[in-house]
């Protein structure tokens, strides 16, 4: 597997892990909820420990698990394990089919840049019926982007998604207590405006969709992401 700008890094497929217990709530505790996990464990009904030795496992340095979503018009979105020791991260990548043209969208954990997804744009995306390969289950292709969500806009119907979301992928009766605590502050969150030049951008302090925060990209790569999240 090649991804522009990973060249020499062990990333594998991380498409097995999907379909293991422990993958999600060690996933969202890793990028969510670290600081507070016993929400998402009591959710999945599993040991914080448990999560603890998976975890382990998803941030081997001898192989980066790359979990691909497919896109119209042949883009993809990669959520790579940047397994570095002692710079680890989970970074989401735009880019073309092959690994080419990588755009940043987001950065979870060290050096973190997010949002990099609004709400429309993260439905959109997992709702997406076409793709021929990678992740394909909408529950699945949510949960993988719901940690690069920000949008201060979140409509009423944004917390029994995400619940259905969670449920379809293992969790419990108290899913939804996670899912209320996972959104519950998006005043927080940046909101979204469309650009005269049709680009989607926010006002996210530290986010690479912000075009005139300090990791904004420029406007071309701004525009690119744009159209290519523009899934009708």
């Avoid at 990209?217 to 523009?230: C, G, K, W």
Wanted: charged share 20%.
């Amino acid at each position: 597997m090649l991804i522009t700008g990973y060249e020499n890094d062990p990333l594998v497929d991380g498409g097995h892990f999907l379909t293991d217990s422990l993958f999600w709530p060690t996933y969202l505790i890793d990028t969510m909820a670290s600081h507070d996990p016993s929400l998402v464990t009591a959710a999945f009904e599993v040991g914080e420990d448990d999560c603890l030795g998976y975890f382990r496992r998803l941030t081997d340095p001898d192989g980066w698990p790359v979990f691909r979503l497919g896109l119209p018009d042949r883009h993809e979105i990669d959520v790579v394990y940047r397994n570095l020791t002692g710079d680890m991260g989970t970074e989401f990548v735009l880019c073309r089919s092959g690994g080419t043209s990588t755009l940043d969208l987001a950065n979870v954990g060290g050096h973190e840049f997010r949002p990099g997804l609004s709400w429309p744009e993260l439905v959109a995306v997992a709702n997406w019926s076409g793709a021929p390969y990678g992740v394909v289950k909408p529950h699945a292709r949510l949960l993988l982007l719901l940690p690069a969500l920000g949008d201060a806009d979140l409509p009423s119907e944004a917390m029994a998604m995400v619940t259905v979301a969670l449920t379809g992928c293992g969790a419990g009766p108290r899913g939804g207590e996670l899912v209320e605590w996972l959104l519950q502050e998006p005043q927080r969150w940046p909101h979204w405006r469309q650009q005269a030049d049709g680009a989607l951008v926010c006002d996210g302090r530290y986010s690479r969709r912000n075009p005139e925060g300090p990791a904004g990209h420029p406007p071309a790569d701004l525009l690119a992401i744009s159209s290519a999240l523009r899934i009708v």
